[in-house]
Nanobody, 123 residues
């Protein structure tokens, strides 16, 4: 069982930055591929980024490449999402998720989810 708690969301102006954190419980954090997803009002949940078990590989949705960076600290059981050059269309609830061993872009492949943190980007 893995419990995930996101933090770091908030209100920011366009062009600004935020760093999201996701703290995981349990002793097997390093056995999980970690992902970030987001869901805007009236839209489906979408993949944002994922990171491999050791952090050596990262994967991004095209719309965040060059702006967002995912990282993890296995000693702290935490995954991060650094978001720069934010745009109003980045406004959404951001969720972190854990997938045992395997990389995936589909939300249904992930085993555990956090409660989400709201990110609002004003124009």
């Amino acid at each position: 069982q893995v419990q995930l708690v996101e933090s770091g969301g908030g209100l920011v102006q366009a062009g600004g930055s935020l760093r999201l954190s996701c703290a995981a419980s349990g002793r097997t954090f390093s056995s999980y591929v970690m992902g970030w997803f987001r869901q805007a009002p009236g839209k489906e949940r979408e993949f944002v980024a994922a990171i491999s078990l050791s952090g050596g590989r990262t994967y991004y949705a095209d719309f965040v490449k060059g702006r967002f960076t995912i990282s993890r600290d296995n000693a702290r059981n935490t995954v991060y999402l650094q978001m720069n050059s934010l745009k109003p269309e980045d406004t959404a609830v951001y969720y972190c998720a854990a997938n045992y061993q395997n990389y995936a872009r589909l939300g249904r492949e992930y085993d555990y989810w956090g409660q989400g943190t709201q990110v609002t980007v004003s124009s």
